[in-house]
């Protein structure tokens, strides 16, 4: 077997786009998953039953099934009624997907405040949403980090998926590009370093902000 990487060298400029395109969809779904599960989860604990028991529902719905599935439902399920563009369905569900996980792990960072400083603060003349922005969300983001960090990583990961729905992502493009020259092997382990770069720096990333959190604490 001949190992031909000629190939790749030709469509390199093809996957970068994708790799841009990865990385763009990974941040805006980042912020949306990371914003929304804040919300969701201050949501889920601080209101009555009526309005935190179906959002406990949509974490619960997000996290027991497959990512796949989610994205086949609202690009096929709802598109039988309502057009939606695909890389809108793709960050949609990603962030969706996610924004679960996250809120998640903000509901356990958030119990994890002390309430003796919730107390304090009201004692001092904050009312509870100043409260809540100032001193308990702060911390709890803080805390949440390493998690949060871990999430975003498998996240970016996850993009690949998206091809399944014909977003013109790394994978997606890379499949284009085997179907022209026949050489998967080569682009299959091209892609395989590209995202073990991509790892690298987001795990690098991570630690970096990890420190500076740790140093404001």
């Known amino acids: 077997m001949e190992f031909n990487f000629a190939p790749v060298i030709t469509y390199f400029p093809t996957l970068i786009k994708g790799v841009g395109a990865t990385l763009l969809i990974g941040l805006v779904v980042a912020l949306l998953s990371i914003i929304g599960g804040q919300i969701v989860a201050v949501i889920t604990l601080y209101t009555r039953k009526a309005v935190n028991w179906p959002l406990r529902f949509f974490i619960w719905l997000f996290m027991t099934t497959p990512l796949l599935l989610q994205l086949y439902f609202l690009y096929f399920g709802l598109g039988q009624w309502v057009l939606i563009p695909a890389v809108a369905v793709g960050v949609l569900g990603l962030g969706f997907h996610y924004m679960a996980y996250n809120a998640d792990i903000f509901l356990a960072t958030i119990k994890s405040v002390s309430k003796g400083q919730y107390e304090a603060s009201r004692s001092l003349g ?26 975003m ?17 790394l994978v997606y493009l890379s499949q284009y590009a085997i179907s022209v020259t026949f050489r998967p092997f080569e682009f299959y382990i091209t892609i395989a370093v590209i995202y073990y770069f991509i790892n690298i720096l987001m795990e690098s990333g991570q630690s970096w902000v ?6 404001r604490r």
């Not at 100043?130 to 911390?139: E, K, M, V, Y």
């Not at 990583?153 to 992502?169: P, Q, R, Y």
């Not at 990890?210 to 140093?215: D, G, H, S, V």
């Open 153 to 169: 990583i498998i996240m970016v990961k996850d993009i690949s998926v998206l091809s399944a729905i014909g977003i013109a992502e």
């Open 126 to 151: 904050f009312g509870h949403v100043a409260t809540l922005f100032h001193i308990i969300l702060p911390q709890a983001f803080y805390r949440a980090i390493p998690q949060l960090g871990n999430n």
């Open 210 to 215: 990890e420190r500076r959190a740790a140093a």
